[in-house]
T-cell receptor, first 116, second 116 residues
């Protein structure tokens, strides 16, 4: 299977702890996106990368959140000093961008975070 | 800022019948993409259908078709011959065309139940 993969699939942590999630995109895709989805809502954009460059960050991405894509392949999303409000599904998606034409974004299975 | 509105939180349909899910959006852009994604219970988000705003012809994918009304900023999804496997959350999403903007803007979703 060459789809988008995310690890771990589930994470339970205590408030104040740091957590890190990993996303492996489809291999030829140069764009990688992070979204957050809370119960009963649609996904909300957090940030995205084109290759290794982080091109856009949402105002939802507080200074406790940091994302990296060091070699333009996999990406990590770290949340420091977790709060109960961070409990959500964190989705990763990837796509191929060619100039102004945008290919479809393909989503991973998500990482469900529960902060106790 | 662009917004996407799905006015039907829940819908149900009998197996083999046809159902239409509504979506409206707001944008000042002329070129953009619209999508319907499906998220089955506890499973990952998958693309159902995609429409480029510059295309006048409505997109179709097997039993799925859209009614794209650009002037009205409406983008409804019709599912024909509904199957039990169509039970899922359906999200309408908008994406700007081109350049550095590539994130999806989602509606809140419509929960569709297909009844035997």
């Amino acid at each position: 299977d060459t789809g988008v993969s995310q690890n771990p699939r589930h994470k339970i942590t205590k408030r104040g702890q740091n957590v890190t999630f990993r996303c492996d995109p489809i291999s030829e895709h140069n764009r990688l996106y992070w979204y957050r989805q809370t119960l009963g809502q649609g996904p909300e954009f957090l940030t995205y990368f084109q290759n290794e460059a982080q091109l856009e960050k949402s105002r939802l991405l507080s200074d406790r959140f940091s994302a990296e894509r060091p070699k333009g392949s996999f990406s990590t999303l770290e949340i420091q000093r977790t709060e109960q409000g961070d409990s959500a599904m964190y989705l990763c998606a990837s796509s191929l961008s060619r100039g102004s034409f945008q290919e479809t974004q393909y989503f991973g299975p998500g990482t469900r975070l529960l902060v106790l | 800022a662009q917004t996407v509105t799905q006015s039907q939180p829940e819908m149900s349909v009998q197996e083999a019948e046809t159902v239409t899910l509504s979506c409206t959006y707001d944008t000042s852009e002329n070129n953009y993409y619209l999508f319907w994604y499906k998220q089955p219970p506890s499973r990952q988000m998958i693309l159902v259908i995609r429409q480029e705003a510059y295309k006048q012809q409505n997109a179709t994918e097997n039993r799925f078709s859209v009614n794209f009304q650009k002037a009205a900023k409406s983008f409804s999804l019709k599912i024909s011959d509904s199957q039990l496997g169509d039970t899922a959350m359906y999200f309408c999403a908008f994406m700007n065309y081109g350049g550095s903007q590539g994130n999806l803007i989602f509606g809140k979703g419509t929960k569709l139940s297909v009844k035997p």
